[in-house]
């Protein structure tokens, strides 16, 4: 018995930086991860920095492992490392406003 044919999807991938955003629409195999998605979106060469052993993903803004399943009409998203600790921001912006 032949393997079954799995009908493409659409699906986006998505990462930005402080200077370039991208959305990128692609078709890919129906039950692909989401790291095959980034890997054949071309993403990876626009943004070399991008470390899929590192960052983090989503879909969505809900965060997923680089083996999560797609399903048609996901967007990824590529989450970049932060800069400060979102709690250091907030305290080093209070000490400022303070006189």
Do not use: C, N
């Not at 079954?4 to 370039?20: F, H, L």
């Amino acid at each position: 018995m032949a393997p079954q044919k799995r009908d493409p999807i659409s699906v986006e991938v998505t990462y930005a930086t402080a200077e370039k955003q991208s959305l990128l629409t692609i078709e890919i195999s129906e039950g692909a991860t989401v790291k095959e998605a980034v890997e054949q979106s071309g993403i990876l060469i626009l943004y070399p920095d991008i470390d899929p052993d590192q960052q983090k993903v989503g879909i969505f803004s809900k965060q997923v492992s680089w083996d999560h399943i797609l399903q048609a009409g996901d967007r990824i998203e590529i989450y970049r490392p932060l800069i400060i600790d979102p709690k250091t921001a907030r305290r080093t912006r209070q000490g400022q406003t303070k006189s």
